[in-house]
């Protein structure tokens, strides 16, 4: 078995990586690694579960516990029966395991099936605790108490490396909580948080007009932002109303239930959430920065609005009910923001329309919208051109699968 350097890891989408290591640095690393999708880095573990609550771009965080160098499959079963199981969790724990493939050597055939390698590690884990405890635990597809992940990669002296990873947050960490209401194909969390982020939105100085709001996520994670409130809020507020509902999976493993110090650290991690949270409510309420969620669609605007009252931001942003291109500024220094359609799968005759809105979108801003800024962020880099401005930035990000573009307009 071997040793990593770094001790944990943070998945976030492409693209945002640079922005998330200097997240992890500011909430205390040690020290911080860019990789492809995430961040590897040095940390105390009060400052793992730091990041686990206060961090609002990485999607989850993993604790690393072993890695291993494999010949094949059945050397993957051996191995991983050598690991002392019960030291990781109890024989009376329910258990998840994901697998995922990195760099693969092509010229060998093992390891082309996540679902077989998730059948090996499971039987290596089970036949484990039936050796030495006599019975065996069971898998839950949800809600685990326990949640591993697997990762298979090209390796050093054996052609594969196996590393395995505690999964210490259960659902994802973009999922605040406060999205009950859904309108098509919205925006991560923690992506909308990446894109006022890179956006540089100068939350004191800036309004922000959510021109095409959906289902007005980045109008929640702007106020969020603005109020400097943390993104696990409202998951805070949940836990310390039940705290038999385990909404973290860390808060199952024995590397958390038996360090005394490490839970008193996360109890006041707790606290200190809770108030910043209210805090951060009332500055909002006095606050006379404008955040505005418009959309044209009533429907769009009955989900923003449901979000906003479970965010508890219902009284705090404004909503407007406007074609995008009849907005106007909302304050003295306005940022002006859409995520308008992609065209994916365009019908006869709806390509003309799209051009007509990117090229609107251009024209709007040149009429109406003079010493402010605008941005777009999309996946059809076609469209952009039909803007008809020079932009002053772009940046690659990806919203899943899809390689997108977010540029920025300084407009004179």
């Not at 010949?71 to 079963?77: I, M, R």
């Not at 990781?88 to 995922?100: E, P, S």
């Not at 999922?175 to 909308?192: D, V």
């Not at 006095?286 to 989900?303: G, V, W, Y």
Request: aromatic share 12%; with cysteine; proline share 3%.
């Amino acid at each position: 078995m071997k040793k990593y350097r770094f001790e944990y890891f943070a998945s976030c989408p492409v693209g945002i990586e640079e922005l998330l290591k200097q997240e992890i640095l500011d909430l205390g690393a040690k020290s911080a690694s860019v990789t492809r999708g995430g961040v590897q880095f040095e940390a105390f573990n009060e400052i793992a579960l730091k990041v686990v609550l206060y961090s609002r771009l990485s999607s989850r965080v993993f604790k690393y516990l072993y890695a291993f160098e494999v010949f094949h499959e059945k050397d993957y079963y051996l191995e991983a029966t050598d690991i002392k199981w019960k030291s990781l969790m109890d024989v009376n724990q329910t258990f998840r395991l994901t697998t995922i493939f990195g760099d693969l050597p092509r010229e060998r055939e093992e390891f082309r099936n996540s679902q077989f390698a998730n059948l090996k590690l499971k039987d290596a884990i089970v036949d484990y605790f039936r050796h030495y405890e006599g019975i065996r635990p069971s898998v839950a597809k949800e809600f685990p108490d326990v949640a591993f992940l697997a990762r298979i990669d090209r390796g050093v002296e054996k052609p594969y490396l196996v590393t395995l990873l505690y999964d210490l947050c259960g659902d994802p960490l973009n999922q605040r909580g406060y999205r009950i209401a859904k309108t098509e194909a919205p925006l991560k969390e923690n992506l909308a948080a990446a894109i006022l982020k890179t956006l540089n939105w100068n939350s004191k100085e800036e309004g922000l007009l959510d021109a095409m709001c959906g289902s007005g996520t980045i109008s929640i994670e702007a106020a969020l932002i603005r109020g400097n409130i943390p993104p696990s809020y409202l998951k805070v507020e949940r836990y310390l109303k039940n705290t038999n509902f385990k909404l973290w999976t860390f808060l199952n493993y024995p590397w958390f239930t038996k360090d005394n110090l490490l839970q008193e650290n996360f109890n006041l991690l707790l606290k200190n959430i809770s108030e910043e949270t209210l805090a951060g409510l009332d500055f909002l309420r006095r606050d006379k920065q404008f955040i505005t969620a418009n959309d044209k669609s009533e429907m769009s605007l009955l989900s923003a609005r449901e979000n906003f009252k479970k965010a508890k931001l219902d009284d705090i942003i404004t909503v407007t009910h406007f074609d995008a291109l009849e907005t106007s500024p909302q304050a003295q220094k306005t940022l002006f923001f859409c995520n308008p359609p992609y065209g994916e799968r365009l019908e006869f005759g709806e390509e003309e329309k799209l051009k007509s809105l990117y090229k609107g979108l251009g024209d709007h801003w040149k009429n109406h919208f003079k010493n402010h800024r605008a941005a777009i962020f999309t996946g059809n880099l076609e469209m952009l051109k039909t803007v008809g401005l020079k932009t002053t930035k772009r940046h690659i990000l990806h919203n899943g699968d899809i390689e997108c573009r977010l540029a920025e307009y300084t407009l004179y």
